[in-house]
């Protein structure tokens, strides 16, 4: 049995649960979104420029959508970064620990990375309530829109945090969102 899941290149039920699933469905997800909001912000910019030096007349709308956009791109990339562990980290120092040592400090990494984004979703929700009244002014929208991405990245990055520490109690890596 375990021959036959080696050569498929398949792993039983229980080393891919419910969380592994969910958080690359969730990743490859948060990618896409990333890299049609870069593409996004592309197009605003060119129009903008277009606007402003062939038509004469720059678009006072662009450079506001184009900031929120920023923010979608930078921090749903940000914890897809979390997830394909492309996070900042001192692997240096790390690969002149022992095997248990590294791991103790992989869990602690990962345990303080999931409390940073929980900080990021909590304070991203109450600062996106404070402003909810608030309109952006050329987009005619509620302020909370540059909030959002807060709030939804840390939850990512919870998520992302959990399934790491998960995995490495369990002796398992989690494979990369772009495999």
């Not at 309530?129 to 959002?148: C, G, K, Q």
């Amino acid at each position: 049995m375990d021959i036959e899941l080696q050569a498929m290149d398949v792993s039983p039920p229980h080393a891919a649960g419910w969380l592994t699933r969910m958080n690359a469905v969730l990743a490859k997800t948060g990618m896409y979104v990333a890299i049609i909001g870069l593409m996004a912000i592309v197009a605003v910019v060119f129009y903008q420029v277009f606007g402003r030096y062939v038509l004469n007349n720059s678009p006072t709308w662009a450079e506001s959508l184009a900031i929120v956009l920023v923010l979608y791109v930078t921090l749903i990339g940000a914890a897809v970064g979390v997830r394909d562990a492309g996070h900042i980290g001192l692997e240096s120092l790390l690969v002149m620990l022992s095997d248990s040592a590294r791991r103790k400090m992989d869990i602690l990494i990962y345990a303080l990375v999931g409390i940073f984004g929980g900080c990021m979703a909590y304070n991203g929700w109450i600062l996106g309530s404070s402003v909810m009244s608030y309109t952006i002014p050329n987009l005619h929208i509620s302020e909370a829109v540059r909030y959002v991405p807060l709030v939804l990245s840390g939850v990512l990055i919870v998520l992302f945090s959990i399934e790491h520490i998960v995995a490495i109690l369990r002796g398992e890596e989690v494979k990369p969102s772009w495999n």
